[in-house]
């Protein structure tokens, strides 16, 4: 992909984000276009209770947060994050919107890569490579296992480095 045409796209993502924002609950962070906005697809119970074990260190890095939720997958209501369900009308808006997000299903990992989602997930699925800083290659920030605080710290590395433009383009030009 070129230069101008990643450029291109980033810019979309910005616009995404700013639609976005009227989707979120009045109690969350706001959309601010120099805070990565993190998803975090749930598609089990099992995934929600990941989640919900990470929520807190989550919202204490002051990140936008949404959480994308499968039907049947039920969610308390003072979740303190923004929930949207797969089958609700603003789902790919803000899937598009969305900096990374943390995928535990192939599907999942290639829904981001296609939406230029930086995905953060379990080391086991194929098309993601781990980000390396010193060589600049890696288009995924990887975690050993389904882990509080192994996903955790594969968000604090991605939200550190996208704090830095030339790196974060490399990472989602990256298709590996």
Known sequence: MSVKRLDAKLDQKKIAKQHAANFTTADTVPFLSDLPLVGFRAETESDLGLFVAMRDGMIAMKTPIVLFVRSGVKVQADIGVTVVRDGDTH???M???CDMVFCLSQEAVEEALDAMV???APKKMSHIQNYDPNREKGNA?????LHPWLMFAA???ACETYRFPFDWKCIVRSRV
Do not use: G, I, N, T
Not at 141 to 145: L, S
């Open 91 to 93: 789902y790919s808006e």
């Open 95 to 97: 899937w598009r919107a």
């Open 118 to 120: 930086v995905p953060l």
């Open 141 to 145: 920030f990887v975690f050993e296992k």
């Open 155 to 157: 968000m604090v590395r």
